[in-house]
């Protein structure tokens, strides 16, 4: 049997290349599906602006990579002490929600401050603060950074080292526990 040359590209199975084509598909469609909800949801927050009369610094629209991008609805004044204010889209509430960043801080972040019933609401989350959520700890990274942080070898106390070992033998059975049960089917 000849030995293919270096040069020459693998086969690919048919199935495979189908199976690559059929992948490709479903990325367009989530895709295009992506992009016609962030056109949705621009044309609905623009509706909202305009039925309230708000004439937006800029309306809401789709980025350059489909995403949706706010509606810029009032810049911020730095001497009125005031925050710039965007509308977005909530899908937790299926309406226009109004969101502020604060200036000060070193990387603003915008976050929710109300939700846009009234141009009144404009006004107040002029002067209010995002109400940005906190992160999510990671409780297992936390545990295992602090198992790592405490070096046993590094004590020089003999008590001291049979305490730090306890607190590891339980943070290590915790965890496994943990794990043990987020792996365990539950039947309701």
Known sequence: MPEPAAD???????WLAAAEQALQVQQLATRAEELRR?????????????ELGIEPVHGAG???????????????????STFE????????DKQVQLQTADWEATRPQFGPVRLLTSLADVAAARHEMPKIP?????????AIR????????????????????????NTAALLYLADTIARTPTTQ
């Not at 020459?8 to 048919?14: C, D, E, I, K, Q």
């Open 146 to 169: 602090a198992m790592d942080g405490l070096r046993v070898d590094d004590l020089n106390n003999g008590a001291a080292e049979a305490i730090a070992t306890a607190i590891h033998g």
């Open 38 to 50: 962030a056109e949705r949801y621009a044309d609905l927050i623009n509706a909202r602006l305009a």
């Open 134 to 142: 906190a992160p999510t700890r990671n409780y297992r990274s936390e």
């Open 62 to 80: 789709v980025d350059d990579v489909g995403r949706l991008r706010p509606a810029r609805l009032i810049d911020a004044d730095f001497d009125l």
């Open 85 to 92: 204010v965007r509308a977005v889209w909530s899908e937790d």
């Open 8 to 14: 020459t590209p693998h086969a690919v199975p048919a």
